[in-house]
């Protein structure tokens, strides 16, 4: 090969390469162009090569982390129609000052024991709208999923949707029922206590909520989030999930992070 037509080979190669990592592939502009000479006319190997050298490579963008499986969760909805709507917003108004039945943003998930059997009798509870047994406001209790025994989760009402299931957190809170009568029975149940940590580990993943903000029915009144306009309802809590079982939880739930 001839030294002029090696030079000139040479050229563009090195010109290719500068421009991959210019704006649309092209070479950026030298000040022998700007000037009126076309970049790589007459331009000498050293310049080219200068030229490339002073040009940033283009950055891959960054790698975004795969998202959190959904694990298995089976339909099972509770009627909540138009009334049912129309009193949780009544209920809302009452107890946070908010006239919806919407929940957006939620920062809490809350851990609860249904103390039935059976996953049944759990969604007999929840499904009629009638008073509650303990408050007798309506609507009813509920809760947006059930994980039985066997490790089925079932979603009982929509996400966007607010539940009954913790006063004073209702208004920004995740309810998840599990079937059974001890958090400690649920604990030992490899199955159900496995489809429970998927299930809190997608919502709050997804919901971006802090393990803290995982808690067990018992540990309401703790929650920087936990607020009532009813005098009466400010310190009412249940038994379900005392601290020292959800200090385990969120053990377990820690081992199983975000990315």
């Known amino acids: ?31 022998s162009a700007a000037a009126g000479k076309p970049a790589g006319a007459g331009a000498t190997v050293a310049e080219v090569a200068a030229t490339s050298a002073s040009t940033p490579a283009a950055l891959p963008p960054p790698s975004t982390p795969p998202p959190i499986p959904r694990p298995a969760i089976h339909s099972w909805p509770i009627p909540y129609g138009s009334l049912r709507k129309h009193e949780m917003a009544a209920y809302s108004l009452r107890h946070y000052g908010e006239d919806t039945y ?39 209790t509920c809760a947006h999923f059930l994980v039985e025994p066997d490790g089925r989760i079932d979603q009982l009402v929509p996400l ?29 149940d490899a199955a159900q206590i496995g489809a429970s940590l998927r299930l809190t580990r997608w919502l709050r993943c997804r919901y971006a909520i802090a393990i803290g903000n995982v808690i067990g029915h018992n540990e309401s009144l703790s929650s920087p989030y936990h607020h009532d306009l009813v005098p009466a309802f400010r310190h009412q809590t249940h038994s379900d999930w005392n601290h020292a079982d959800m200090r385990r939880y969120r053990s377990l739930l820690a081992r199983l992070p975000c990315r």
């Not at 030079?7 to 030298?30: D, E, F, H, W």
């Not at 609860?112 to 008073?131: C, K, L, Q, S």
């Not at 995740?174 to 029975?185: F, N, P, R």
Request: some cysteine; hydrophobic content about 40%.
């Open 1 to 31: 090969m001839r030294p002029a037509l090696a030079a000139a080979t040479l050229a563009g190669i090195l010109l290719a390469l500068a421009g991959c990592g210019g704006a649309g592939g092209m070479a950026p502009v030298s000040r």
């Open 102 to 140: 919407v929940l957006s943003h939620p920062k809490v998930i809350v851990e609860h024991y249904t103390e039935t059997g059976t996953a049944r009798e759990a969604f007999n509870t929840f499904a009629p709208d009638v008073p509650d047994s303990e408050f007798h406001e309506l609507p009813n």
């Open 160 to 188: 966007g949707l607010r539940c009954r299931h913790t006063t004073g957190l209702n208004w920004t809170a995740i309810g998840i029922e599990h079937a059974g009568y001890s958090d400690q029975a649920i604990l030992a």
